[in-house]
């Protein structure tokens, strides 16, 4: 299984990032996806969740109504749109799968609930 972020980058404060996250070897559909994020000298945090069927997200507070989670099982792909991006949004980026297929939970924000986990995507927000 390879999960493969990319799209982060440098932005100025107010600008909108979109980051993609690539599935092989998995069966996609079947498996809620997540985001996380990672800030210097921080630990992982939870930031978005999608479920399986991708009839419900979820979003920590501090992303809430700035970004949007989504998923397209035809591609094999999960996206997290960014809007209003803030310096404090400066992180990597991971995306991650669950380690059930088919797998509902209210602890979507605890990592040990996902199996597989992509390298990181390096988003910068300037001030």
């Known amino acids: 299984v390879q999960l493969q972020a990319s799209g982060g980058g440098l932005v100025q404060t107010g600008e909108s990032l979109r980051l993609s996250c690539v599935s092989s070897?998995?069966?996609?559909?079947?498996?809620?996806m997540g985001w996380f994020r990672q800030a210097p000298g921080k630990e992982r945090e939870f930031v978005a969740r999608?479920?399986?069927?991708?009839?419900?997200?979820y979003y920590a507070d501090s992303t809430k109504g700035r970004f949007i989670i989504s998923r397209d099982n035809a591609k094999n792909t999960a996206y997290l749109q960014m809007y209003n991006l803030e310096p404090e949004d400066t992180a990597v980026y991971y995306c991650?799968?669950?380690?059930?297929?088919?797998?509902?939970?209210?602890?979507?924000?605890?990592?040990?609930?996902?199996?597989?986990w992509g390298q990181g995507t390096l988003v910068t927000v300037s001030s």
């Open positions: 999608i479920t399986w069927r991708g009839s419900n997200t």
């Open positions: 991650a799968a669950d380690r059930r297929a088919e797998f509902g939970t209210t602890y979507y924000d605890n990592p040990t609930i996902y199996g597989y």
């Open positions: 070897g998995l069966a996609f559909s079947r498996h809620g």
